[in-house]
């Protein structure tokens, strides 16, 4: 079985400093992971995804994650945070053996202080 | 490739009526997934379809929930009897499912249900 624990529900950050948001998961295969943003009422939308290779991916509006294979995590960070990036944010691991239903995290949101 | 659509994209009903969602997938996607959402958690996976095929259930998806994809292309989901706890999000996605794309999944904006 898969899941995913994200590491605070929320996260308060001033405009223009770092921002990290945690997230490790649990997996019998080797994962596929993904972030995905959600802004009120809307649906999801991928930042960022890791399948294979290259463990450091870049995704939309300067988001990038790290997958660390020993720690089982899959942080997500931003150098500079902005106020458009306040919103929810959702880690997921992909059940490879299982269809690929999606397994998500509770969320952690952001806050971004001016 | 205007993505997922799901209509509507707001329900309010009473308790014990009968709803139906319906959800367009990205064009060429042969895979198609619900989930639901409440408020302060993540999504929760509901079923998935392979072209018409429906090939898994959530143990979440009582026998008053049924979802059809009759000709593999839109999808819908019923719900019959609503009851105050089915209030929540319910999100589509759909991808497509062949070797190399690895199944990357993308999501509409939800029907937002509100059973008084």
């Known amino acids: 079985a898969q899941s995913v624990t994200q590491l605070g529900s929320h996260v308060s950050v001033s405009e223009g400093a770092l921002v990290l948001l945690r997230c490790n998961y649990s997996s019998s295969v080797p994962p596929y992971l993904f972030w995905y943003v959600q802004y009120p009422n809307q649906g999801l939308q991928l930042l960022l995804k890791?399948?294979?290779?290259?463990?450091l991916v870049k995704g939309i509006n300067g988001f990038e994650a790290e997958f660390k294979k020993s720690e089982t995590s899959f942080h997500l960070t931003k150098p500079s945070a902005h106020m458009s990036d306040a919103a929810e944010y959702f880690c997921a691991v992909s059940d490879r053996g299982g269809g690929f239903k999606t397994i998500f995290g509770a969320g952690t949101r952001l806050f971004v202080k001016a | 490739d205007t993505g997922v659509s799901q209509n509507p994209r707001h329900k309010i009903t009473k308790r014990g009526q009968n709803v139906t969602f319906r959800c367009d997938p990205i064009?060429?996607?042969?895979?198609l997934y619900w989930y639901r959402q409440t408020l302060g958690q993540g999504p929760e996976f509901l079923t998935y379809?392979?072209?018409?095929?429906?090939?898994?259930k959530s143990r979440l998806l009582s026998d008053r929930f049924s979802a059809e994809r009759p000709k593999g292309s839109f999808s819908t989901l019923e719900i019959q009897r609503t009851e105050q706890g089915d209030s929540a999000m319910y999100l589509c996605a759909s991808s497509i499912n062949r070797a190399g794309a690895k199944n990357i999944q993308y999501f509409g904006a939800g029907t937002r249900l509100s059973v008084l």
């Open positions: 064009s060429e996607h042969n895979r």
């Open positions: 379809f392979q072209n018409e095929a429906q090939l898994e």
């Open positions: 890791y399948t294979t290779g290259a463990t």
